[in-house]
């Protein structure tokens, strides 16, 4: 069977890593002081973890966001800098916190060039605590797992943003350029889905004809990428849709990818487009 799975070349680009840490680097600061004087001053303990990994997401998307500027395309690259970058947002995160809870009596700077200093006053800050929950002052060794987990949380936030943000990305490498990837709006009959697959898997056209509207749920949604700029580069993907309701009665869609990624002509795109058209205004007309 042919391979006509697309896939990343994994090209690294140091720009790309150069300009999210860059932007992240510059955006963790400011976040830094909003999250530090919010904690500081909203007395809901649980309140302030949600700010504080609010504040995380911020930063890690904020580099996702700079080294798609840059066309970094590869994953390893990827990684390594948004550990890095977690390590940044957690030790300036710390920082700032430290500076605002002293009153702004403590030393930026010297905090900022000194880890072995920030990191004795995190272990004196665990001794003697400085909020409390249910009443009691939360200090020592349960202040202390508290704050592991809380740094473990934060890492584990840059991984997850690695993971999902920038995981099944397109990216055209005639045009250098990132396609994205929309998803029809429409639904497909789920009937003749081995067909369909079957006829994606041997690069045949039949597929096209097999789209029919779904008249019920679960159904089939496809996702196209198409590169705007030469019209050569063409990702396909399908997704297995359903319709749920909950015990509560709280309605949601659950759904998995079927087929991902696979590469089609630039004509079967094309015929895939018209056949789109041509349900759309079946459906218009009342069919
Ligand atoms: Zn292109």
């Keep these: 069977m042919q391979d006509n799975t697309y896939r990343s070349t994994g090209t690294f680009s140091p720009a790309g890593v150069g300009i999210g840490l860059a932007l992240a680097v510059i955006a963790m600061f400011p976040i830094a002081f909003l999250y530090s004087y ?87 800050l665990i001794n003697v605590g400085w909020f409390t929950l249910k009443r009691n002052r939360v200090k020592g060794t349960f202040y202390g797992i508290m704050l592991a987990v809380e740094a473990v949380v934060y890492i584990g936030i840059f991984v997850f943003v690695w993971w999902t943000a920038l995981k099944s990305r397109v990216f055209c490498e005639k045009c250098q350029k990132w396609v994205v990837r929309e998803s029809v709006a429409m639904f497909f009959d789920l009937a003749p889905l081995e067909a369909i697959a079957t006829s994606l898997a041997t690069g045949t056209d039949a597929w096209v004809d097999a789209l029919f509207l779904a008249q019920s749920t679960p159904s089939l949604r496809v996702e196209l990428a198409s590169c705007a700029h030469c019209n050569e580069l063409h990702v396909l993907t399908l997704v297995h849709s359903q319709d749920v309701v909950d015990k509560d009665g709280n309605p949601s869609t659950e759904e998995k990818n079927l087929l991902e990624n696979v590469l089609i002509s630039t004509a079967t795109a094309a015929r895939f487009q018209a056949r789109v058209a041509q349900l759309q205004a079946d459906f218009a007309a009342g069919n």
């Design 38 to 124: 919010a904690v500081r001053y909203i007395p809901f303990i649980y309140i302030n973890f949600l700010i504080s990994f609010g504040a995380v997401f911020a930063v890690a998307y904020i580099y996702t966001f700079g080294e798609s500027l840059g066309r970094n395309r590869s994953r390893v690259a990827s990684l390594a800098a948004m550990l890095l970058a977690g390590v940044l947002t957690l030790f300036v995160f710390w920082v700032t916190f430290l500076y605002v809870l002293s009153e702004r009596r403590l030393e930026y700077v010297k905090m900022l060039t000194d880890p072995a200093y920030v990191i004795d006053l995190i272990k004196e």
